[in-house]
């Protein structure tokens, strides 16, 4: 060893070297931009069913996955529902038009049972209702989401 730099040629300056990490993140960053204005979501999201009253759907969750619904309700309107599990334990998670989370449901009734589902609209918009399984492991088991009424404001 001689004590000289290993690279001594003109592109091995801090500021070149600054410079060429710079350009990489740049072109990182303009490449994932490319892909979020191309309306490419990064992370997959859920395929999402549309809810009505009357709505009935047997289903099979196993965890890890999510089920998402949605609806469409006017400011103070309520959506009475159920999901009633018949071979695994869910857990039903509600949102508001904004996507915040306003309800978590997981009665202590295991892998057989109803979750009821009460969602009142402080807003006009749409609504989400996401199932998925208490634990990451489950194997998978069936539920039944269903749609008892919309009750409109005055009821």
């Not at 801090?14 to 992370?43: K, N, Q, V």
């Amino acid at each position: 060893m001689t004590g000289r730099p290993l690279h001594t040629g003109k592109w091995s300056s801090p500021i070149c070297l600054l410079a060429a990490y710079l350009l990489i993140a740049l072109t990182l960053i303009s490449a994932a931009h490319a892909a979020l204005a191309a309306g490419r979501d990064p992370a997959p999201q859920p395929e999402v069913t549309m809810l009505k009253q009357g709505f009935r759907q047997e289903r099979t969750l196993k965890g890890g996955e999510t089920h998402a619904y949605s609806v469409t309700l006017d400011a103070g309107q309520v959506l009475l529902g159920v999901a009633d599990q018949r071979s695994i334990d869910v857990v039903v998670v509600t949102r508001n038009p904004g996507g915040k989370e306003i309800g978590r449901i997981d009665s202590p009734n295991g892998t057989m049972g109803p979750e009821p589902i009460k969602l009142i609209a402080k807003n006009a918009g749409e609504y989400r209702i996401e199932i998925t399984a208490l634990e990451a492991t489950a194997p998978p088991g069936r539920y039944e989401m269903r749609v008892d009424e919309v009750l409109s404001p005055a009821e």
